[in-house]
């Protein structure tokens, strides 16, 4: 859609990633770590004054001791901490239950290792996770059960209560989690994250997957991290040794100092609260039926009172056509379940935003 959009000089409200400029002050810092040459190879589980200012950080967001020695491990990305989470459990034949709709490497990661997806549908249109569903599909095979929160493509939030229900299935199996939380401070509304890590008996069989890049408006930099009890990180590292082995050294000397003000996460949710509530207004003067989004910075919206055409067919002309990309949410179902709803990211200028509604207007 990115492509399309460029062709058509489309505004694109389709790809996650914002339209401004990142903190200069963090540019800043890589620029000294560079000229300070932090060049060389960083150690392979990563810039230890990182991994312990994520300690930090993980100890006061959700109250819990984490080892940077033996817990964290800096990553090229979420997506990659996802990648070799799976890689590091996954034999053939296992089973993963994941949800769909979902981040679109999921499937392709499980199947790569040879372990088969499971897959349930969330609870259309709130997009919840059915429990029951999840008991009914875990069998002796199942090995990992994927989620995330806040959700893309969304904007879904997993409550206390889904953690209790997850807590309750997975007592007494061996079942590992693999929780993708890289939009942890993207929450609106004052709910709370209900990060896996808040929960020690889940967090004791859990790869908790994190990104930089969505936190510091940096998609570019990927940049992440995995925490992961010490057995699970050990094996976790000889998958990550022989891969990537050593992430970008002046971008983790930099975020080292940065991520100490915890004004630059904590003020995001409500800067991005700010442009979902922007975007609904402007919205109301559209066709489109919004739906909810509490987190992420996705917001879906059905547009059956515009036209009957698959989401797809309606994702392209709308981009041709109007001028404003989405994407369609059967993307990110297997087997392209169309609930005729597309996708929009609203992490971009309030002028992008205002020129996007005045043309969807026009539908
Ligand atoms: C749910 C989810 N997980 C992971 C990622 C990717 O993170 P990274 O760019 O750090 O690999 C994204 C990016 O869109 C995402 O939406």
Redesign the pocket.
């Known amino acids: 859609m990115s492509a399309l959009a460029t062709e058509h000089k489309a505004v694109n409200l389709g790809q996650?990633f914002p339209d401004f400029p990142m903190s200069s002050a963090l540019t800043e810092l890589v620029n000294d770590a560079m000229r300070n040459d932090f060049n060389q190879y960083s150690p392979m589980p990563g810039w230890m004054p990182l991994r312990e200012a994520i300690a930090e950080k993980v100890e006061f967001l959700y109250n819990n001791t984490i080892n940077p020695d033996t817990e964290i491990t800096i990553t090229p990305?979420?997506?990659?901490a996802?990648y070799t989470a799976l890689t590091t459990v996954l034999q053939p034949g296992d089973e993963v239950i994941v949800f769909e709709p979902g981040?679109d490497?999921y499937i392709p990661n499980i199947v790569v290792n040879g372990a088969i997806p499971v897959r349930i549908n969330l609870q259309f249109p709130e997009y919840k996770i059915n429990w029951n569903e999840v008991r009914q599909k875990i069998t002796s095979r199942t090995r990992m059960i994927m989620l995330?929160s806040p959700?893309?493509p969304t904007g879904a939030v997993l409550r206390a209560e889904d953690l209790q229900q997850l807590r309750s299935i997975v007592e007494g199996t061996n079942i590992i989690i693999v929780s993708?939380e890289?939009?942890e401070h993207i929450i609106f509304d004052d709910v709370k994250h209900q990060s896996i890590l808040r929960y020690p008996d889940l967090a004791q069989r859990s790869f908790v997957?994190f990104?930089?890049?969505?936190v510091y408006h940096c998609?570019g930099w990927?940049?992440?991290y995995c925490i992961a009890p010490a057995d699970f990180t050990k094996e976790f590292r000889k998958v990550h040794q022989f891969n990537c082995f050593s992430c970008h050294t002046p971008s983790q000397v930099a975020l080292a100092t940065f991520l100490r003000d915890r004004d630059s996460y904590l003020t995001l949710g409500s800067f991005l609260q700010k442009k979902r509530d922007y975007f609904l207004q402007l919205m109301k003067g559209t066709r489109f039926t919004m739906l909810d989004s509490k987190g992420?910075y996705f917001i879906c919206a059905q547009y059956n009172r515009i036209s009957d055409e698959s989401d797809k067919e309606f994702a392209i002309r709308i981009t041709k056509e109007f001028g404003v990309a989405v994407i369609p949410v059967s993307a990110f179902y297997q087997e392209g379940t169309d609930n005729k709803v597309v996708r929009f990211c609203f992490c971009k200028k309030d002028e992008t935003l205002a020129l996007a509604a005045e043309r969807l207007s026009r539908i």
């Open positions: 996650g990305g979420g997506t990659y996802i981040y490497s995330n959700h893309n993708d890289v939009y997957c990104s930089f890049g969505k998609t990927k940049l992440g992420s």
